[in-house]
């Protein structure tokens, strides 16, 4: 079992920026890819960032790209994910998630999931 807990979420104007957490425990190991996903009131889930453990490869949804940041403290067992330049449709609860192997941006490819932090980007 892999245990993730997000932190960092709150209430920013636009164009701020906000520095989300997520502390991994348990059976996580260098082999997994750790995923950044929102969910905004009445849509669907949606990928934002990857990265893999080992080699720190990341990989960003375009909408996102150039202002969103995904990196790792392996010492830390924690990734971040670093927003700037936000907009409020990049409003939504942000979860971290965790899988055994490479990357993906299907949410049904990733095996564990946080609890969710809630960000709003007011205009």
């Known amino acids: 079992q892999v245990q993730l807990v997000e932190s960092g979420g709150g209430l920013v104007q636009a164009g701020g920026s906000l520095r989300l957490s997520c502390a991994a425990s348990g059976r996580a190991s260098s082999t997994y890819t750790m995923g950044w996903f929102r969910q905004a009131p009445g849509k669907e889930r949606e990928f934002v960032a990857d990265i893999t453990w080992n080699t720190g490869n990341a990989y960003y949804a375009d909408s996102v790209r150039g202002r969103f940041t995904i990196f790792r403290d392996n010492a830390k067992n924690t990734v971040y994910l670093q927003m700037n330049s936000l907009r409020p449709e990049d409003t939504a609860v942000y979860y971290c998630?965790?899988?055994?192997?490479?990357?993906?941006?299907?949410?049904?490819?990733?095996?564990?999931w946080g609890q969710g932090t809630q960000v709003t980007v007011s205009s």
């Open positions: 998630a965790a899988r055994r192997g490479g990357g993906s941006l299907s949410t049904n490819d990733y095996n564990y």
